[in-house]
């Protein structure tokens, strides 16, 4: 019901937007999020926006450069990547929430699949 997509393979400093499009239900009343996971890490906290969208997160490791939107009309949410670091690298997960705020990785409703953001140095 949740499709990531958008990665690759990117150069550092480089910049990539990812989408995450629902299908099969209307989330426009979930808040949405953004989860990253790297090979023998714990998925983390990377990006989340209310359904309004009036309130937005980020971890402290993406402030700055990246950037959360949503489009209810689209039933779709982006998350935009600046300024992208070797570090970056993981499998992105988008994920929605219907009651919790802030979003956790062990509270979310749905996750879709993720797609896999490399970052060359």
Known sequence: ????????????????????????????????????????????FVAA??????????????????????????NTVYLQMNSLKPDDSAVYYCGAERSSWPLTAGGMDYWGKGTLVTVSS
């Not at 480089?14 to 299908?23: H, M, P, W």
């Not at 979930?30 to 989860?35: D, E, L, R, V």
């Not at 926006?49 to 689209?74: E, L, M, P, Q």
Request: proline fraction near 1%; include cysteine.
């Open 49 to 74: 926006i209310t359904w309004s969208g009036t309130s937005i997160k980020y971890a402290d490791s993406v402030k700055g450069r990246f950037s959360i939107s949503r489009d209810n009309a689209k």
């Open 1 to 44: 019901q949740l499709q990531a997509s958008g990665g690759g393979l990117v150069q550092a400093g480089g910049s990539v937007r990812l989408s995450c499009a629902a299908s099969g239900r209307t989330f426009s009343r979930y808040s949405m999020g953004w989860f990253r996971q790297a090979p023998g890490e714990g998925r983390e």
